[in-house]
């Protein structure tokens, strides 16, 4: 989770109201009402809620595709439907909708292209963002063939080709088994890390648990209670002592100490492993001799994600120090390759060529000159006419006679 929070809210709801009207413009059904969210800067939020409970429109009013009812909604402090809020955003809905005949490499490319990015960016990026998810191995086949989990993790990448400041993440682990979801979820601890605002909605309980710092529970459209994990889990009445196993002496001991305090001893038991942990560690002793068409091994995080403000703001002095003439434009294009020298013509070959051209301005040869020329014999309009009435009256001139 990320450590470093500041207090700038990147998304702000105040009374947001969505109602879904009928033909004749009847209330149908209130989807979310009055709702209050402030998601601040670098956390993961989590939205909780059954379906139906309004999550889907709150995401939708968030990313500027449905308007709300009443309320307002600003992201980044600006309206969602503004195209420069727009660029700053990355989304993976719950279904992936890819294109099916595209393989991951062209359907890269063809967001990035959305993003006005030049083409050596492009490829640079689609490359570490293959990696990063795992799919190097299967960038040139269609996207049709990939199973549910690999479409995740190319919906993923897509998702990040413009190294977005708010991710919104819908399901994003549905679909995928264990070992990949696992992947997932530390891939978002590490972006929020580096300083990336995500919105994750999920029914996955555990996966909130796992990577959230605050979570919201709606239900019927209303946000019914929200805080950070730690102030929602932790049972204050309640005191929890781990150590080392004990044995039944040690125990009955601890039994009786508490006892004299009139503290009731609800049960002293050895803790269990969660069933996801085991399941990581049966799976990755086995990925040693074994490996399944869909688990496959993740990469680092996409370089282009890391870069911390520092960093950029190192580089970009390293550049205005470098001056001018050191920078190079980024291009669609490779730079010209210097021409090479000609040599000088040879007269010899241009007289051969003027002699050549001479020859073919000469007259024909005498067969082809002296061949007749078909004669086309023309009528005038006179005669067309006459033509036409003799052909009318059977051409004979019987009538004259």
Known sequence: MSADKNNDDVVRTTGL????????????????????????????????????????????????????????????????????????????????????????????????RLFGQPRKERKRRIGMLLDMVGLTGSAYRRIGEYSKGMQRRIGMAQALINDPDLLILDEPTSGMDPLAARQFKDLITELSRRGKTLILSSHLLADTED????????????????????????????????????????????????????????????????????????????????RTADSVKTGEVAQFLRASPEETGRKVIEELLAGPETVTPVTDKPPPSPLPSQPKPDSGVIAELMSEAEEAKSPLPQSEATRPTPKIERRTDEAVDRSVIDELTHGDGSEDR
């Open 211 to 290: 990577v959230c710092d605050r979570v919201g529970i709606l239900f019927a459209g209303q946000l019914r209670t929200e805080g950070t994990l730690e102030d929602l889990l932790s049972q204050a009445s309640l005191t929890q002592i781990v150590t080392e196993r004990l044995d039944d002496a040690t125990r009955d001991a601890v039994r009786r100490v508490l006892a004299k305090s009139d503290t009731q001893v609800i049960s002293i038991e050895s803790p269990k492993d969660k069933l996801e942990a085991l399941f990581l560690r049966i799976v990755r002793q086995a990925q040693t001799r074994y």
């Open 17 to 112: 109201t969505k109602v879904f009207r009928d033909f004749w413009l009847r209330e149908k059904v209130t989807a979310v009402q009055s709702l209050d969210l402030n998601i601040r800067s670098g956390e993961v939020y989590g939205l909780l809620g059954p379906n139906g409970s309004g999550k889907s429109t709150t995401l939708k009013m968030i990313l500027g595709l449905l308007y709300p009812t009443r309320g307002r909604v600003t992201v980044f402090g600006a309206s969602p439907s503004d195209v420069r809020t727009k660029a700053r955003i990355g989304f993976l809905p719950e279904e992936s909708y890819l294109y099916p005949f595209l393989d991951a490499n062209e359907t890269l490319d063809y967001y990035g």
